[in-house]
């Protein structure tokens, strides 16, 4: 692994979604861990981004020597409605230049403390695709347990169905997570 960069955190703009789409739109050409398909259209993933209620937040990497650059980015947002809204859900994003060199790991703890700091008492993962190692590992590393399996749920580009995993850690509790 590569030296992990120190990342600057910032709250998403809708302004900036021009910045965030080549990135979101080159991990969606994999089809290999998002749901959605290749040619979503820009209208569509900037919903997914900011839409009600979605908080995006930016992975800065500013080095000295050049301009700053968007490494990584998530979005969190309550899981389910009313009475589920104290559990939340989040999606990540690395750029995929910059993969295996900690910056998941940075969003994730980021991620984890925004939430915590929000109130919410859980994030639930709902589609973690079972073949997506580095990313199952990386929920473990930091508390995430597989508590649910659905079988064949998720049409991979290359490997066909494979399993999805619903993934979940408290908040307030952590070791009570599984």
């Known amino acids: 692994m590569n030296k992990s960069p120190n990342l600057s955190f910032s709250l998403a703009h809708p302004s900036q979604f021009n910045q965030i789409w ?10 290999d861990c998002y749901l959605f398909r290749a040619d979503l259209s820009p209208e569509a993933a900037e919903q997914y981004w900011f839409g009600p209620g979605v908080q995006t937040v930016l992975a800065w990497d500013q080095p000295a020597d050049r301009d700053p650059q968007i490494l990584g980015f998530y979005k969190l947002v309550a899981n389910q409605p009313d009475r589920g809204s104290h559990v939340a859900n989040a999606s990540f994003i690395v750029a995929p230049n910059h993969q295996g060199q900690g910056i998941g790991y940075q969003l994730g703890q980021h991620c984890i403390q925004t939430a915590t700091d929000l109130g919410y008492r ?48 408290s908040l307030v509790n952590p070791e009570s997570s599984g």
Do not use: E
């Open 122 to 169: 859980a994030l639930q993962f709902n589609a973690v695709v079972s073949t997506n190692t580095p990313a199952v590992k990386l929920w473990q590393k930091l508390g995430f347990h597989i508590v649910g399996t659905l079988p064949h749920a998720f049409n991979h580009a290359q490997l066909g169905y494979v399993d999805l995993y619903v993934m979940f850690r």
């Open 22 to 31: 080549p990135l979101f739109q080159a991990i969606l050409q994999t089809g």
